[in-house]
């Protein structure tokens, strides 16, 4: 049950992470964004690694450092697919392949939940793409951009299963390695897109959020590190993939955007999910 408390307070912590680099990004370019609030959380991280101490294991660190590149990767080709146009299709394709790819996973390793566990990774999955959907855009879709969406969906779903594997390969006692492992590997890729990048310097209430946005998605990290030490990766990650939920929910709380009607049913069966799993 901690398990899927970690997870689900992970997937609420994200969701509000991104709403925060959402704000950034409207004022300093989003990849500037993306890799500063991964630099500026490294600190609390180090925080964090004394107070959840845990012997060093390179295994950890690998698998961590293999889910950093993974995530870097997934947020490039996302942005560029969603650059695109139709993104009424691509955030929830994407969303859902995130989703889809670690329960698979969990399940070829030999993991079997119960059956309402399943019914409600399932509920989760679906919930995803219905909140994902974009109220309005372009509909102009091509091979190349599904291709892509695809293809961030595949990268974000195994940066999940990368941290599992930390885990795993540490026998449940990574600690917070896998995140360093992570966080350290998205600055070092990411550096280099910041060059020619200086007259877009963040300040003010930007720099704010985005730095809240670091903590945050870093703390999110580290929660779901937390939740697949004590759980099945076949159902964490789905519950931990909600984070949409608390985007859409800030975005109507504090920006006053209308929620579509299919947002709203995703909302529902969102909280279904999460019930199923808890029994």
């Known amino acids: 049950m901690i398990g899927i408390v970690l997870a689900a307070l992970s997937g609420l912590v994200w969701g509000v992470g991104d709403f925060a680099g959402g704000k950034a990004s409207q004022r300093v370019d989003s990849k500037t964004v993306v890799v500063l609030s991964k630099a500026a959380s490294i600190p609390l991280l180090l925080l964090f690694l004394v107070l959840m101490p845990a012997a060093p294991h390179a295994g950890a660190l690998g698998w961590g450092a293999a889910a950093g590149a993974l995530g870097m990767v997934g947020m490039m080709v996302f942005y560029r697919a969603m650059a695109g146009g139709a993104m009424t299709i691509v955030a929830p394709v994407s969303a859902v392949t995130t989703a889809l790819l670690p329960v698979a996973?969990?399940?070829?390793?030999?993991?079997?939940?119960?059956?309402?566990?399943?019914?409600?990774?399932?509920?989760?999955?679906?919930?995803?793409?219905?909140?994902?959907?974009?109220?309005?855009?372009?509909?102009?879709?091509?091979?190349?951009?599904?291709?892509?969406?695809?293809?961030?969906?595949?990268?974000?779903?195994?940066?999940?299963?990368?941290?599992?594997?930390?885990?795993?390969?540490?026998?449940?006692a990574a600690g917070m390695w896998p995140v360093l492992g992570?966080?350290?590997?998205?600055?070092?890729?990411?550096?280099?897109?910041?060059?020619?990048?200086?007259?877009?310097?963040?300040?003010?209430?930007?720099?704010?959020?985005l730095l809240?946005?670091?903590?945050?998605?870093?703390?999110?990290?580290?929660?779901?590190?937390?939740?697949?030490?004590?759980g099945d990766l076949s159902i964490i990650a789905p519950v931990a993939s909600l984070y949409p939920v608390s985007t859409v929910l800030l975005a109507m709380l504090v920006d006053r955007e209308r929620l579509r009607p299919v947002q709203l049913a995703g909302l529902g069966l969102a909280a279904t999910a999460l019930v199923l799993v808890a029994s």
């Open 212 to 230: 809240a946005a670091g903590m945050l998605d870093m703390s999110a990290n580290a929660l779901y590190v937390l939740a697949v030490q004590r």
């Open 105 to 172: 996973a969990g399940l070829l390793s030999g993991e079997r939940p119960g059956g309402l566990a399943l019914a409600g990774a399932g509920c989760a999955i679906v919930a995803i793409g219905l909140v994902s959907l974009a109220p309005g855009g372009d509909a102009r879709l091509s091979v190349r951009l599904l291709g892509m969406a695809l293809g961030a969906g595949v990268a974000f779903g195994l940066f999940f299963i990368c941290l599992s594997a930390a885990s795993d390969a540490a026998g449940g």
């Open 182 to 209: 992570a966080q350290v590997t998205a600055v070092v890729l990411g550096a280099p897109l910041l060059r020619g990048r200086g007259a877009a310097r963040p300040s003010g209430t930007p720099l704010r959020w």
